[in-house]
């Protein structure tokens, strides 16, 4: 394919890949949206003045597209309010919980030991994930437990760890993969147990070389293990493009991988499976990257609910040259409109952008039709056929030219030399 | 001394509840711009031009400077007219520019040099004529159809063809350009073939009319060889198409750098650039060439040479029928717009006697373009 050759992302990580985990302050005050995941909302299940303990469930939901949330600190709810909740691009309902700075833990939580592991039930496992509140880290937010329970009817061939970490800045999976890589074996092998021993493939970049030498290391007593180490390109982090990769299939569109017999989860997210099931531990911190233009490059072990405000704060980075940051990743992130926005689970990165550094973007100018951006589209769409049919309103051209299979990758706008924010407008209408 | 840290954080300006600026994903983008791409291709240009003061002498210099020149003021006093409608965009127009000077014609094959045509021989005819078609090109075809939403075909090849063609030409009632030759016959000695009378395109006659027409003017008529003889003028041929033409444009001036400085700007901006159509446009005239050698017989090299290389098509091929807007988005509508030019050009040249065809043909295939946008068009990931 061409968009292969073509399209060589430069990735910035040299600095940030080398820099170790370290663990962030818990905030003063933890801003906890109740809504992170893909699905329906969550109820609060504390009222204003109440005391919470770390790792107490604070908010749930009936619905079965759900996971819990709950308090990273200890201390009390101060106010049930709204915060900027970059998932959703829209501000949200969020409980705010003052620290108290006495680090109660929540006694409710248990853990089972590795040798337990084998004697415990597939439901157990599921009803764990979900009361730990875990979702797919990588970005996509879709509850764990349920990715871990696919229809009976279709038995699950692969089960593919996505280390692929494609966002250009982003450097938090690599850290994983070196620093908790006997972590994420037993994560896979709690996935293995509960998707019924399938085979693990455990996808990576090559440039990641100390990661891989570490996976090898640690991997090389699991049967049924393949690492596969390649330049994947920054598209094929996405789980279809990548399964396409890797096993030359193409998932149809509109079916999720389980029928092709494919579990793809990110390397995170078995990394907080494991801390669920062996440390008892509900998702209530996540490692993200601190990157972009600052000078030193970090790798966090934050609590998911610190204001964004707290972290450069602490790293001191100039409130007066401060333009942007986003969340997520600079492909497909968000760029946050106040520093207030606190960090949910689906933050991998926090990418700052200065004023001193930043090169204005250019205006929008007239399409030269170059077609760079249809050879680039990894889904074979035609975005500026697409755009131009939208713009003129005309939804059934740009249906037939299957505008919903977008998934906003944003390579379209990346290589478009007129600055079209294609991606923009695609991914705007479909939502 | 103390020493003073590089950065130095503002203690009283406070993070909290700073506001930021919000703009959409991706955060970063690829380092081609159009402004970029249109200098690439205005130095691939340049390149050219400079070549062509071997052939044609400073006159070529001149013709590039006023077509250049021209387009960038007009377009800069149209942007000052139309206001947002029309936003200044000089490399744009320099390219334009360029492009005029680039397809009009200062050599003739020394057959026709008694026609009327614009070229030096008629004093300073050739400065006006490219700044007229500089101005009316960017102006009428460039800006305007720009604002009907997109061109539909190449503006230095449509002005190029009304303005000498039909408005300065009226007595030929064609489309042949003035600076084109309406028929060349290669000594009058044509073949019959199944589709009608052609060149034999034997060796030796072909050859020496091919370099008595169209070699250096400056050469002796009666033995106008240098490197190969009457009997085997193959050398003095293949030089002459290849390495240095005296006839045609001047773009066309050397078919080796063309294709040279063509290939680097490919390979500079890859992916930028519709190469499909150039690639397409190459086989499909080797392949009809070969077929049609076949046909009326004589020499296959001399034939697939003479098709190629003879005229200015080798510029067209490479610069003006990638023209980006007026082409087909799809792969596929890309070769096919390449065949079609190919065998267009061949078609007009060879039965119609208009050597110099390819403009026309790029012309009537510009307009198929909104058909071949249809063409081609892929199944989605995961829909086939």
Known sequence: ??????????????????????????????????LQ?????????????????????????????????????SGKVVKIGDAYNPCYKAFSEAIFIKNDGKNRKDKTLRSISESELKDVSTAFLIDKVREAGI??????????????????????????????????????????LIEKTSNILKGVKVMRKVLGSPEVVIATKNNKIEA???????????????????????????????QKELFGWEVPAGNRSYEMGVIVHNVATINAVAEAVFDGDPLISRVTTLNGDVEEPKNLLVKIGTPV????????????????VVLG?????????????????????IIVFYKSKHNPVKRRTDCIRCSKCISACPLRLHPISILEALEKEDIEKAKRLYFTDCFGCGICSYVCPSRIPLALTICGVRY | MEATPKKTYVSGASMTNRKLVVEPSPHVTGRMTKDLLMKCTFVALCIIAAVSY???????????????????????????????????????????????????????????????????????????????????????????????????????????????????????????????GLSVDLQNRFTEGPFGSYYPMETTIFG?????????????????????????????????????????????????????????????????????????????????????????????????????????????????????????????????????????TMLIQVYMGFLGGSILALVIMNLTVPFLDRVGIRKPFGRR
């Open chain 2, 54 to 180: 071997l052939s044609y002498g400073f006159n070529s210099i001149v013709i590039s400077a006023i077509s250049v020149l021209v387009a960038v003021i007009c377009d800069y006093l149209l942007s000052l007219i139309m206001g947002e409608k029309g936003p200044l965009n000089t490399m744009s127009a320099a390219v334009f520019g360029l492009v005029v000077a680039m397809s009009y014609s200062l050599g003739m094959p020394t057959a026709m040099a008694t026609e009327t045509i614009p070229t030096m021989s008629n004093g300073y005819e050739p400065y006006t004529y490219a700044a007229l078609i500089s101005a009316v090109g960017l102006i009428v075809f460039k800006k305007l159809q720009g604002l009907a939403g997109r061109k539909y075909v190449n503006p230095a090849a449509i002005t190029k063809l009304l303005i000498l063609g039909l408005l300065f030409m009226p007595a030929i009632s064609s489309l042949v350009p003035a600076d084109h």
């Open chain 1, 212 to 242: 891989v030498e570490r996976l090898k290391e640690v991997f090389s007593e699991e049967p049924k293990t393949r690492i596969v180490a390649k330049p994947f390109t920054y598209q094929q982090g996405d789980a279809g493009l990548l």
């Open chain 2, 208 to 344: 020496t009319t091919l370099i008595t027409c169209y070699g250096s003017p400056s050469l002796d008529p009666a033995n106008p060889y240098t490197f190969g003889t009457a009997e085997n003028p193959l050398p003095d041929v293949l030089y002459n198409l290849i390495v240095q033409k005296y006839h045609g444009w001047i773009g066309g001036v050397s078919s080796i750098v063309v294709i040279s400085v063509g290939i680097c700007l490919f390979t500079l901006c890859r992916g930028y650039i519709k190469w499909r159509i150039t690639l397409a446009y190459l086989v499909t005239t080797v392949l009809f060439s070969i077929g049609m050698g076949y046909i009326y017989g004589g020499d296959i090299i001399f034939r697939v040479a003479f098709h190629l290389f003879t005229g200015s098509s080798i510029f067209m091929a490479f610069f003006m029928a990638t023209d980006p807007a007026t082409t087909p988005l799809p792969d596929l509508g890309q070769i096919i717009f390449g065949l079609g030019l190919a065998i267009l």
């Open chain 1, 309 to 324: 405000s707290q972290i450069l704060d602490h790293f001191k980075v100039d409130a007066n040259d401060l333009r942007k």
């Open chain 1, 329 to 349: 990743g600079v492909m497909m992130g968000t760029s946050i409109p106040t520093t207030e926005t606190p960090l949910t689970k689906r933050t991998s990165s």
């Open chain 1, 37 to 73: 995941h893909v699905g329906a909302s969550n109820v609060p299940l504390v009222s204003v003045g109440n005391n919470v303990s770390i790792g107490q469930k604070i908010a749930d939901s009936e619905e079965k597209i759900s996971a819990p949330v709950h308090s990273p600190i």
């Open chain 1, 1 to 34: 394919m061409n968009h292969k050759l073509a399209l060589k992302i430069e990735e910035r990580k040299e600095k940030a890949r080398k820099v170790p985990i370290a663990v962030f302050p818990d905030p003063e005050t933890a801003v906890i949206l109740t």
């Open chain 1, 135 to 176: 979702i797919g880290l990588g970005g996509a937010g879709f509850p764990t437990h349920l990715k871990l329970s696919p229809p009976s009817d279709k038995p699950i061939k692969y089960l593919v760890v996505n280390a692929c970490e494609s966002e250009i800045y982003d450097t938090a999976d690599e850290r994983l």
